[in-house]
């Protein structure tokens, strides 16, 4: 079973910085790429990066280009998202999620991370 | 705005079959796999239906996906009160080069 626990959130101010951490167990964690997914309150779901099993490769969503940075830790099966100049628009739910080999589809896994930026 | 489309809402009687639109592009639905989301309320999302019409592991099969040129459905048969959910599809967009979803549907079970 696909387990991923995210933690890191938080409140902070605008144009301020944090990065979100994902544990992952229950599969071979550097056999898959892996994304972030966010929800702002009330709203709908809205891909944010995707990172492949090496690293090697990255994708953002347009909205944070060259404030937003995917990374991972295969020996510590673990995903990150660092986030700086944040804005109150970035005020989201954050979740993890393995993508499923060939597929392009998200397994999710945990119930998320709240990240509140706000005067 | 996302650039899939569907319905904001949808509602149908216990027992019943109903239908989820996602209408896309070339770019996305046209050439790509179409995956869907079921959203409890107050809960993460899960992997309904995955490169169109298959089911994962442990999904009832009440639960149906389809793809037809730019356009994907999601059919729910047998109606349940426990289908209440926000319904989501999603696709990777050549163009943008990243993960579109839909605005999401709420299901009403009356």
């Known amino acids: 079973e696909v387990q991923l626990v995210e933690s890191g959130g938080g409140l902070v101010q605008p144009g301020g910085s944090l990065r979100v951490s994902c544990a992952a167990s229950?599969?071979?964690?550097?056999?898959?790429?892996m994304s972030w997914v966010r929800q702002a309150p009330g709203k709908g779901l809205e891909w944010v990066a995707n990172?492949?099993?090496?690293?090697?490769?990255?994708y953002y969503v347009d909205s944070v280009k060259g404030r937003f940075t995917i990374s991972r830790d295969n020996a510590k099966k673990s995903l990150y998202l660092q986030m700086n100049s944040l804005r109150a628009e970035d005020t989201a739910v954050y979740y993890c999620?393995?993508?499923?080999?060939?597929?392009?589809?998200?397994?999710?896994g945990g119930q998320g991370t709240l990240v509140t930026v706000s005067a | 705005q996302s650039v899939l489309t569907q319905p904001p809402s949808v509602s149908e009687a216990p027992r019943q079959r109903v239908t989820i639109s996602c209408s896309g592009s070339?770019?996305?639905?046209?050439?790509?796999?179409v995956n869907w989301y079921q959203q409890l309320p107050g809960k993460a999302p899960k992997l309904l239906i995955y490169?169109?019409?298959l089911l994962p592991s442990g999904v009832s099969d009440r639960f149906s996906g389809s793809k037809s040129g730019t356009s994907a459905s999601l059919a729910i048969s047998g109606l349940q009160s426990e289908d209440e959910a926000d319904y989501y599809c999603?696709?990777?967009?050549?163009?943008?080069?990243?993960?579109?979803f839909g605005g999401g549907t709420k299901l009403t079970v009356l």
């Open positions: 229950g599969f071979t964690f550097s056999s898959h790429w």
């Open positions: 990172i492949k099993e090496d690293g090697s490769e990255k």
């Open positions: 490169y169109d019409d």
């Open positions: 999620a393995r993508i499923r080999s060939g597929y392009s589809a998200f397994d999710f």
């Open positions: 999603a696709a990777w967009d050549d163009s943008l080069n990243g993960v579109l």
């Open positions: 070339n770019s996305n639905i046209g050439n790509n796999a």
